[in-house]
C-alpha cells in the first residue's frame, strides 16, 4: 500500500480517493494560529490538505496554556504561527506551511488569490470586517468561528459586517473561553472548511450556527 493510501486509510470510508487528492492540492490561509487557528491547522493537516497559510504576528503567553493547541512551556513567548508550523511538519512532512508572522493588514492581496479558502481565527472585529471585504474581493470562500465562555458559533460565508458592527474584541475577552469549547468550535470550522473545499457546502452557506454548551442546542441563523 502506497503511503498517500495507508496515512489517510481511516478517511477513505468516508472520503473517496479523488476527494483525497483534490484536499492535497488546496490551500488554505488561516489566520489566527491560537484556541481556534491552531486546532483547524492540525484537523486539515491530518485531513490532508495540502498547503497551509498560517498567519499570526503574536507569541504564547502563560494565559494561552488552557486551550491553545500549540502553547506549552516549551513554546512560551515563541511565535504561535511558527511554532504551529513546526509542530505540523512533524505529523505531515509532505505539507507545505507556510508561517507569516505578520498582522493580516500586512499581507499582500495576492497572496490572498493564491489560496482556495480562508478561515477566520480571528479575535477582534475590526481585523473581522477587513477579512470580511479581503474574501469578497478576492472571491474567496471564509468560514468564521468564535467562542465565549460556554458559547460558540461558526458559519461560512456569513455577513461579518453585520456580526461585528462595532470595533470590540470577542467574547472570549469578555467571558473567557475553555478548552473542549475550542476545540469543539474548531471541529465544526473544520468540517466547513473540508465540505467548501470539496465543493459541496451550498446547502450551509450564508448561516451562522450558534451553540451552547449548557443546553446543547445548535440555532442556525440565516442571512
Known amino acids: ?64 496554556l488552557n486551550r491553545q493547541r500549540f502553547s506549552n512551556i516549551q513554546t512560551l513567548h515563541q511565535n504561535k504561527a511558527q511554532c504551529a508550523a513546526l509542530a505540523l511538519e512533524v505529523i505531515n512532512p509532505e505539507a507545505k506551511l507556510t508561517p507569516l508572522e505578520v498582522g493580516l493588514e500586512e499581507i499582500e492581496e495576492t497572496r490572498f488569490k493564491e489560496v482556495d479558502l480562508l478561515v477566520d481565527a480571528l479575535d477582534n472585529s475590526a481585523s473581522r470586517r477587513y477579512l470580511q471585504k479581503i474574501a469578497t474581493a478576492c472571491q474567496k470562500p471564509l468560514v468564521h468561528g468564535a467562542i465565549g465562555g460556554l458559547g460558540m458559533q461558526y458559519g461560512l460565508n ?56 449548557r443546553d446543547m442546542e445548535i440555532t442556525p441563523l440565516s442571512f
Open 158 to 213: 456569513v455577513p461579518l459586517e453585520k456580526l461585528y458592527a462595532e470595533d470590540s474584541f470577542g467574547a472570549e475577552k469578555r467571558e473567557g473561553n475553555l478548552s473542549f469549547v475550542a476545540s469543539g468550535c474548531a471541529a465544526m470550522m473544520s468540517y466547513l472548511a473540508m465540505i467548501s473545499l470539496l465543493g459541496r457546502a451550498q446547502a450551509h452557506e450564508g448561516i451562522l450556527y450558534r451553540f451552547d454548551w
Open 1 to 64: 500500500m502506497s503511503e498517500l493510501n495507508e496515512r489517510y486509510l481511516r478517511n477513505h470510508a468516508t472520503l473517496s480517493l479523488e476527494d483525497q487528492v483534490r484536499l492535497g492540492e488546496c490551500r488554505v490561509m488561516i489566520i489566527g494560529c491560537g484556541g481556534l487557528g491552531g486546532y483547524v491547522a492540525e484537523n486539515l493537516t491530518r485531513l490532508g490538505v495540502g498547503k497551509l497559510d498560517l498567519v499570526d504576528p503574536d507569541e504564547f503567553a502563560i494565559h494561552n
